[in-house]
Nanobody, 123 residues
Framework: QVQLVESGGGLVQAGGSLRVSCAAS????????VAWFRQAPGKEREFVAR????????YYAGSVRGRFTISRANAENTVNLQMNSLKPEDTAVYYC????????????????WGQGTQVTVSS
């Protein structure tokens, strides 16, 4: 049973940085892609970034490209999202998700989800 556990959320001022992490267990992740989504109050869940576990190919939403970096640490089975130059509009609950579809970026294509971690950016 695949399990994903996020950590590292918190409160940061605009322009600051924060890193959230996703610890994965219960599967062989070399055939998965892992993505970060976020959901702000009253809004739909939106794609943020994705990494293919094998090969490390990445893909970003336009709103975060150049500011956020997704990476994986194979030894720890962890996927990190480094967020720089944060803006108040980045405030949301950030979710980690895993899919066998290596190019997925739509929430319905991700079968496994973490519980989410809150990121709040103050102005």
């Amino acid at each position: 049973q695949v399990q994903l556990v996020e950590s590292g959320g918190g409160l940061v001022q605009a322009g600051g940085s924060l890193r959230v992490s996703c610890a994965a267990s219960g599967g062989t992740f070399s055939s998965y892609s892992v993505a970060w989504f976020r959901q702000a109050p009253g809004k739909e869940r939106e794609f943020v970034a994705r990494i293919q576990w094998s090969g490390g190919l990445t893909y970003y939403a336009g709103s975060v490209r150049g500011r956020f970096t997704i990476s994986r640490a194979n030894a720890e089975n962890t996927v990190n999202l480094q967020m720089n130059s944060l803006k108040p509009e980045d405030t949301a609950v950030y979710y980690c998700a895993a899919s066998r579809a290596l190019t997925a970026y739509v929430a319905r294509d991700f079968r496994y989800w973490g519980q989410g971690t809150q990121v709040t950016v103050s102005s």
